[in-house]
């Protein structure tokens, strides 16, 4: 079975890079975003009626990412994985999981780069 989670509209940007500053605002302002998206991840899988996690078998998570480049920074892999792990927390804990290292999840990453205005993020939940 296949579940294709659309967020269009949303902006999946690594709060690794952002700078900010170093100042003690700016990290806590990283800390309350990273709070904020991890725990909206949480409530909305929780929710899921249409999905339930089995009781046996893997689940592959693909986190696909779709951004304009008209205006933004071009990505590269290890920004987008390094700023995807708060929500990675959070769609584990919101199916059932303890933690996001759970040999039963195992995780992909995809970025599509987009020359129009439109910003995108899907989640694809596969239960093999």
């Given at each position: 079975m296949k579940y294709v989670f659309n967020f269009e509209g949303t902006r999946v940007e690594s709060l690794n890079w952002w700078g900010g500053g170093i100042t003690r605002q700016a990290?806590?302002?990283?800390?309350?975003?990273?709070?904020?998206?991890?725990?909206?991840?949480?409530?909305?899988?929780?929710?899921q009626n249409d999905f339930k996690v089995p009781e046996n078998g893997k689940i592959k998570i693909t986190l696909h990412r779709i951004y304009?480049?008209?205006?933004?920074?071009?990505?590269?892999?290890?920004?987008?994985i390094g700023g995807c792990k708060h929500l990675?927390?959070?769609?584990?804990?919101?199916l059932g999981f303890k933690s996001d290292n759970?040999?039963?999840?195992?995780?992909?990453?995809?970025?599509?780069?987009?020359?129009?205005?439109?910003?995108?993020?899907?989640?694809?939940?596969e239960v093999k």
């Open positions: 990290k806590l302002w990283r800390i309350r975003e990273a709070k904020r998206e991890r725990m909206t991840m949480v409530q909305f899988f929780k929710c304009s480049t008209r205006f933004e920074r071009i990505y590269d892999r290890d920004d987008f990675r927390d959070g769609i584990a804990e919101g759970n040999k039963r999840l195992e995780w992909e990453y995809k970025q599509e780069k987009t020359k129009s205005m439109v910003n995108n993020f899907k989640i694809i939940v």
